[in-house]
């Protein structure tokens, strides 16, 4: 039987939990936009984001204008639609909900191509910068972390080099107790989240587990070729993989996990906690939390090129520059945005609304 374990989880130590938990505040839940109401600016997408992006636009200040709350962002998993301007706009009122970075990119430059006026940007953690019609923006407003997470009594070992996490992600490892486990040759499963996911994209590019360079193609779905002992977007229940919950991993199973994410989880500041009980894995002997740990990644929010570079803007696209555009913008300078991306485990970085470097063009 395929035993899964619930029970909370650790840090990689005690007092680096105490730290960040006395760092980081008390709890409180990051809903759709609440309080309820049309604001200007919708925006869906990454699940990674989703938590920071919804605090900092439900703060009364941290991404308002003139006391006016302009951002209203949607989860990306919850009730399967979403009415984005609150029934002000009849083609608004049941849009599929987006779940992660990829659905929301594609839902935002369906409603750009549609001229509905439905979606007025993205969250993303990963970055897609193929051309588009229109064009795309992905401004960064922050950094992570990301390593691997195993359960606390995982047969994984809790630091392991990069070498050796490749290694499980591309099925080359030996098996890690002979014939002990739940499962035939090999004996662990290395997990990768849902197809659309920008932790899953980011965790099989070239700074992480680099399949291409290995020679491995992942499908969107189904056995990869190649690397058979991967879960590839669902395990072995067929339960879909969402990125940064361990409740799905047992002691035989690796995942990649947002160091954001799961802090945010252990201090209580996201309200849902869906940790399981892992516990987060160190490489190449680097402490995760570290500011120059292996593996970490910018995050960003999208917008398009023609609302980010008008030169006379609207009223809608004057509110996107203030709050997302250039080091001056609100996001990152602005003291409420700058304390809750902080509260959320994630670093400053100093390109903070930069427009020039990624776009879609």
């Known amino acids: 039987m395929n035993t899964k374990f ?4 650790a840090l990689v130590s005690a007092g680096t939990t105490l730290a960040i938990v006395a760092g980081l505040g008390a709890g409180v839940a990051h809903a759709d936009p609440s309080p309820a109401g049309d604001r200007p600016i919708a925006m869906v997408g990454s699940e990674t984001t989703t938590p920071v992006i919804n605090a900092l636009a439900n703060d009364a200040s941290a991404l308002a204008i003139g006391g006016v709350r302009q951002v209203a962002s949607f989860n990306a998993t919850g009730s399967a639609t979403i009415d984005t301007h609150a029934g002000t706009i009849p083609a608004c009122t049941a849009i599929t909900r987006p779940n992660g970075s990829s659905a929301g990119r594609t839902a935002f430059l369906a409603s750009l191509t549609a001229a509905d006026g439905c979606i007025q940007g993205a969250r993303a953690s990963s970055l897609s910068l193929g051309a588009t019609t229109p064009d795309l923006v992905y401004i960064p407003f922050g950094r992570e972390s990301i390593t691997f997470a195993i359960t606390n009594t995982s047969a994984f070992g809790k630091n392991l080099t990069m070498a050796q996490m490749r290694g499980f992600f591309r099925c080359t490892s030996a098996n890690l107790l002979g014939g002990g486990s739940p499962y035939s040759t090999p004996n662990y499963r290395a997990m990768l989240p849902q197809n659309g996911s920008g932790t899953r994209s980011y965790w099989i590019g070239a700074d992480a ?3 291409a360079g290995a020679g491995i193609t992942v499908p969107n779905s189904g056995p990869v070729p190649g690397a058979a002992c991967v879960q590839n977007g669902a395990d072995e229940n067929s339960t879909l993989i969402e990125e940064h919950n361990g409740s799905q991993v047992n002691n035989f199973e690796i995942v990649p996990m ?3 994410q799961w802090t945010s989880q252990t201090s209580g500041v996201i309200s849902t906690d869906v940790r399981g009980s892992t516990r987060l894995g160190q490489l ?7 500011t120059d740990f292996g593996l970490q990644r910018d995050v960003y929010n999208v917008f398009s090129a023609t609302d980010i570079d008008a030169a006379t803007p609207t009223a809608l696209q004057q509110s996107i520059q203030t709050l997302f555009k250039g080091a001056s913008s609100q996001i990152c300078t602005n003291a409420a945005s700058v304390a809750i991306i902080k509260r959320f485990g994630l670093f400053t970085v100093s390109n903070c609304g930069d427009t020039t470097s990624h776009r879609s063009l």
């Open 258 to 260: 947002s160091v954001a």
């Open 6 to 9: 619930r029970t909370f989880g």
């Open 284 to 290: 190449d002997s680097k402490n995760p939390f570290a």
């Open 209 to 211: 587990i680099d399949y």
